[in-house]
T-cell receptor, first 114, second 113 residues
Framework: GQQLNQSPQSMFIQEGEDVSMNCTSS?????WLWYKQDPGEGPVLLIA?????ELTSNGRLTAQFGITRKDSFLNISASIPSDVGIYFC??????????????FGKGTLLTVNP | GAGVSQSPSNKVTEKGKDVELRCDPI?????LYWYRQSLGQGLEFLIY????????KSGLPSDRFSAERTGGSVSTLTIQRTQQEDSAVYLC???????????FGPGTRLTVT
């Protein structure tokens, strides 16, 4: 089956620093999604990417859909304490009219020191 | 509008007992998914419902697990004869047909003692 490798597994940064994390896949995806999960909560959708090469921003977050369709990157600029949490990438192979399951990375745990 | 809701938020049960977990998706979302998240792990797909189509049960780990979706809305995940390895957070998500974005509920934390 499809495998998603997400790195780094964890990050410890100082408030104000920029952060970068990525996911790579053994096969192509047609859609990449990035989620954030706070303790005791479900994942919250941050950014969705639908096209190879696409670069999309959501406030201080920027994500890119890799040209090869096998990878995606998430950058957070000027981190703040509330950025703490687990960030997950997810890929979906199906496109067009059919929904289907997402394949998730194992997550990047981000800790921000004030 | 209201998001995905799940109940109970926490469930502690004894090994061997049956449990039922409930998911109420976002109104109008025809697709519904169940995932399992073990401590420190990513999300493991369990089952997928799309409208009136037969569900995709390919992720269910054993025949002790089953799920149904009545009236195309609320879904119930049932685990029979629970085992300690069933302890995890069970997440439900819903989406609009044709879109990849899935919206998650807060999850049910299941502890089997």
């Amino acid at each position: 089956g499809q495998q998603l490798n997400q790195s780094p597994q964890s990050m410890f940064i100082q408030e104000g620093e920029d952060v970068s994390m990525n996911c790579t896949s053994s096969s192509i995806f047609n859609t990449w999604l990035w989620y954030k999960q706070d303790p005791g909560e479900g994942p919250v959708l941050l950014i969705a990417l639908y096209k190879a090469g696409e670069l999309t921003s959501n406030g201080r977050l920027t994500a890119q859909f890799g040209i090869t369709r096998k990878d995606s990157f998430l950058n957070i600029s000027a981190s703040i304490p509330s950025d703490v949490g687990i960030y997950f990438c997810a890929g979906q192979l199906s496109s067009g009219g059919s929904n289907y399951k997402l394949t998730f990375g194992k997550g990047t745990l981000l800790t921000v020191n004030p | 509008g209201a998001g995905v809701s799940q109940s109970p938020s926490n469930k502690v049960t004894e090994k061997g007992k049956d449990v039922e977990l409930r998911c109420d998706p976002i109104s109008g979302h025809t697709a519904l998914y169940w995932y399992r998240q073990s401590l420190g792990q990513g999300l493991e797909f369990l089952i997928y419902f799309q409208g009136n189509s037969a569900p995709d049960k390919s992720g269910l780990p054993s025949d002790r697990f089953s799920a149904e979706r009545t009236g195309g809305s609320v879904s119930t995940l049932t685990i029979q004869r629970t085992q300690q390895e069933d302890s995890a957070v069970y997440l439900c998500a819903s989406s609009v047909t044709g879109l990849a974005e899935q919206y998650f509920g807060p999850g049910t934390r299941l502890t089997v003692t």
